[in-house]
């Protein structure tokens, strides 16, 4: 039985189980880093390819991500340079890389052949 | 190499208030990112959005009990305030508000974060920064605050004080921050094991009470 607002906030959920682009691009930088994948090489990763990220965002959209069983986690040992706390480890998983290969054939199709795009330079 | 060390201020927020799930995490990272080079800017921006973030999540996840926060929060702003104000008869009038704030103020968070433990950040942050707009970011809009308005002018003209002007304005801004902030601060207070100890009894009480019936 649906009642207001409960159920309303349940689809809204419901219709976030696809992949955003800023969790796309997190996703993609989780797979790059591979074995290495935690907070600040995420940002910095990122950064590098021109989009610049808060540390806290980037959480958000990892906590997104495997709540929707695209990434896991685990906890890293800690170090002194972090002032004792633990690095948390993020792997994606064959759902999350299938996901993303299925973004990434929509994107291209859409892409391809597009003619240019009105108002680019304005 | 001597460490360098981070902003004290915005680490104890980013402790205190920060997303709790993942809180220690975070604070490792931005210390690390921090030490390699990143301005004070850097951290304490990072620091804002994290708060932000992290007071959005959890009134996403903890809705219902986010609203119901702000409901009992609201309704003590609205009808306790009256009575507190009465408690207190000393002069001058502006320590007797002030006073009378942090009284206030203090009472509220200590309410909310007692009902709402351990969740009950999100619901303190909501209430001030819902009560900072609507009373003193709407104050904004009074005539005469900054730009003056005919009745302000000629009010001025004949010699009377205008309802309301920039100084008034910063004064009743500045109570409010008082206000907000002593909420802010009894939020932050280990209160929780008070509360267990306290339930716990009223428990182990109700059960002696009803073995010796």
């Given amino acids: ?122 | 190499m001597k460490e360098r060390k981070l902003p004290r201020i915005a680490t104890w927020l980013l402790r205190r208030f920060g997303p709790s799930e993942q809180n220690q995490v975070l604070v490792g990272d931005l210390a690390e990112h921090y030490r390699s080079g990143r301005s004070r800017w850097w951290y304490w921006r990072e620091v804002m959005i994290a708060l932000s973030v992290g007071t959005l999540r959890e009134t996403w996840q903890n809705r219902m009990m986010v609203l119901m926060g702000l409901a009992v929060g609201w309704l003590m702003v609205r009808n306790l305030d009256p009575l507190i104000m009465r408690l207190f008869v000393f002069r001058p009038m502006v320590a007797r508000v002030i006073v009378e704030r942090i009284v206030f103020g203090f009472l509220v968070g200590f309410v909310l974060a007692l009902l709402h433990r351990p969740r009950h950040i999100a619901p303190i942050m909501l209430l001030a920064g819902s009560y900072i707009a609507t009373t003193d970011i709407y104050r904004l809009y009074s005539p005469g605050v900054f730009i003056p308005d005919a009745a302000n002018v000629i009010m001025t003209a004949a010699g009377s004080r205008p309802p309301m002007n920039v100084y008034t304005w910063l004064l009743f801004t500045f109570v409010d921050l008082i206000f907000v902030a002593a909420m802010i601060w009894a939020g932050t207070l280990q209160f929780h094991r008070a509360r267990t100890s306290l339930v716990a009894a009223a428990v182990r009480l109700l059960i002696d009470d009803s073995r010796t019936r």
């Fill in chain 1, 1 to 122: 039985m649906l009642c207001f607002p409960l159920d309303y906030f349940r689809i809204v959920e419901l219709m976030r189980d696809s992949l955003g682009s800023c969790e796309l691009m997190v996703l993609l930088a989780v797979c790059r880093l591979d074995q290495n994948a935690y907070g600040v090489p995420i940002v910095r990763e990122l950064e590098q390819r021109g989009r610049r990220m808060a540390v806290a965002t980037v959480y958000a959209a990892l906590d997104r991500l495997e709540a929707k069983g695209f990434v896991t986690s685990w906890f890293g040992e800690p170090t002194p340079e972090r002032g004792g706390k633990a690095k948390r480890y993020f792997r994606a998983t064959g759902k999350g890389v299938r996901e993303a290969r299925a973004t990434q054939r929509v994107l291209t199709s859409l892409w391809t052949g597009l003619p240019n795009l009105k108002g680019e330079t304005t």
